[in-house]
């Protein structure tokens, strides 16, 4: 669950968008079978200015990809019904799509960080429960490297 410091209804309010965030505009896809949680993270961003797209399946992440892509950047779970976000992500690599992704679980499998390097270095593992400041400030870095080289983008 992310730490939010308030119920999940009340998260939209925790960030302002700004004129300076590399959020402002960004195309978000959020995946999570957790509605509460799902419900957080995609009010967070849309607080910070992002346009957001939500899935609660496996095959609905797959489905966004496809049907309403691209994306700037993808938020997904490990732990899904029917496909799993690191499988959705690596179909989604084999089919050509680069897009950033931030992979959240709680779960501690060994080869779970493995698997998130293997999608490449626009792909960041995040840790349940989590901050959603630490979402915020990963997923600026990772959308601050898609801006031209005049930004200043830093390595996550």
Do not use: C, Y
């Amino acid at each position: 669950m992310v730490d939010s410091g308030a119920p999940p209804h009340r998260v939209r309010g925790l960030f302002r968008a700004s004129t300076n965030n590399v959020l402002s505009d960004a195309r978000i896809l959020v995946a999570d079978d957790d509605p509460l949680l799902l419900e957080a993270v995609a009010d967070a961003l849309t607080g910070l200015g992002a346009r957001v797209t939500r899935a609660a399946t496996g095959a609905e992440l797959v489905d966004e990809l496809a049907a309403a892509g691209p994306f700037d950047l993808v938020v997904t779970d490990v732990a899904m019904p029917w496909m799993s976000g690191l499988t959705a992500m690596r179909a989604a690599r084999t089919a050509g799509l680069g897009t950033a992704v931030i992979v959240m679980t709680a779960r501690q499998e060994e080869q779970i960080p493995a698997q998130v390097r293997a999608l490449g270095r626009n792909a960041v593992l995040l840790r349940k429960p989590f901050g959603l400041d630490e979402l915020e400030k990963i997923a600026s870095k990772l959308l601050a490297r898609l801006k031209p080289a005049s930004s200043a983008a830093t390595d996550v």
